[in-house]
């Protein structure tokens, strides 16, 4: 069974930096899509990041510049880090991860991804 785990949440003031990570076990595929969504009361989860097995890298403008995703492959880990922390990017975060076909479509909407984690809370005061 596939499970992610996610972790690394917590409080910080704006400009502040805080890393998030997401243990993935159990991943059967060798070809993937992973990403880190987040969403907000009230608020549709949103992407926030996504990387695949092709190389590709993309970020949503909102945190363009500020944030970066990374993944060890030994550690079976993904990583958010984030900084320059604004009270926008306030939300729980959420890692997804999912099977992607070589130059295949990307999964770039929440609703395309089956694994998730449990999500951790960012809270960014001003």
């Known amino acids: 069974e596939v499970r992610l785990s996610d972790s690394g949440g917590g409080s910080v003031q704006a400009g502040g930096s805080r890393r998030l990570s997401c243990t993935i076990s159990?991943?059967?595929?060798?070809?993937?899509?992973m990403g880190w969504f987040r969403q907000a009361p009230g608020k549709e989860r949103e992407a926030v990041a996504g990387?695949?097995?092709?190389?590709?890298?993309r970020y949503a403008d909102s945190v363009k510049g500020r944030f970066t995703i990374s993944k060890d492959n030994a550690q079976n880990t993904l990583y958010l880090q984030m900084d320059s922390l604004k009270p926008e990017d306030t939300a729980m975060y959420y890692c997804?991860?999912?099977?992607?076909?070589?130059?295949?479509?990307?999964?770039?909407?929440?609703?395309?991804?089956?694994?998730w984690g449990q999500g951790t809370q960012v809270t960014v005061s001003s």
């Open positions: 997804a991860a999912d099977y992607c076909a070589p130059l295949g479509p990307r999964r770039l909407r929440a609703s395309e991804y089956n694994y």
């Open positions: 159990e991943f059967p595929y060798s070809y993937y899509c």
């Open positions: 990387l695949d097995s092709d190389g590709n890298i």
